[in-house]
């Protein structure tokens, strides 16, 4: 079954500096690719998402990138502020998979002022 | 005021009790969801229904229950069966199936005491 792969598990960064997370998956037919943002003790909330016939994404300060060879997707986020800090997490999904969406173990990201 | 509530966010229960953990959604999804979420690590997928009066099994179904007999509720039951309980449980929806977006719920708390 599918395998999704977050790096890295922490990540720190100075205020407006830019931030990056990366996942692999193992599922080649996996086509779509959301990023969730979860602050602590809420639910994670949607932030952007990829489908396989696009190779990038962009919304404001944060974009995703998908190599669907590599089989890896990335999360960008520039210009970071504090309330950037969260836990973030890929995820991705496919028809092999019955559509299940499979996490990955998510990124806790910390922007120092 | 359209989401997804839980309720309750925090929950005690004893060692031997089944437990119910509410999920309600107005945005008229076809599809819910449970999550398990337990600290660092992603989401767990408990059991999910696409349709009224039908679900499935996800990863980790033993020890847990659902119903389906209304659109907007997903109730899940946790039994005395489950052995590790404490967690942090998230309900999701989406508008057709896995391929669309999942929205979370803010998540309850449980802990066996």
């Known amino acids: 079954g599918e395998n999704v792969e977050q790096h890295p598990s922490t990540l720190s960064v100075q205020e407006g500096d830019s931030a990056v997370i990366k996942c692999t998956y193992s599922d080649s037919a996996s086509n779509y690719f959301p990023w969730y943002k979860q602050e602590l003790g809420k639910g994670p909330q949607l932030i952007i998402d990829i489908r396989s016939n696009v190779g990038e994404k962009k919304d404001q300060r944060i974009a995703v990138t998908l190599n669907k060879t590599a089989k890896h997707f990335s999360l960008h986020i520039t210009e970071t502020q504090p309330e950037d800090s969260a836990v973030y997490f890929c995820a991705a999904s496919s028809e092999d998979s019955s559509y299940k969406l499979i996490f990955g173990s998510g990124t806790r990201l910390l922007v120092r002022p | 005021d359209g989401g997804i509530t839980q309720s309750p966010k925090y929950l005690f229960r004893k060692e031997g009790q089944n437990v119910t953990l509410s999920c309600e959604q107005n945005l008229n999804h076809d599809a819910m969801y449970w999550y398990r979420q337990d600290p660092g690590q992603g989401l767990r997928l408990i059991y999910y229904?696409?349709?009224?009066?039908?679900?499935q099994k996800g990863d980790i179904a033993e020890g847990y229950s659902v119903s389906r007999e209304k659109k907007e509720s997903f109730p899940l039951t946790v039994t005395s069966a489950q052995k590790n309980p404490t967690a942090f449980y998230l309900c999701?929806?989406?508008?057709?199936?896995?391929?669309?977006?999942?929205?979370f719920g803010p998540g309850t708390r449980l802990t066996v005491l």
């Open positions: 999701a929806s989406s508008p057709r199936g896995q391929t669309d977006t999942q929205y």
């Open positions: 229904s696409q349709i009224v009066n039908d679900f």
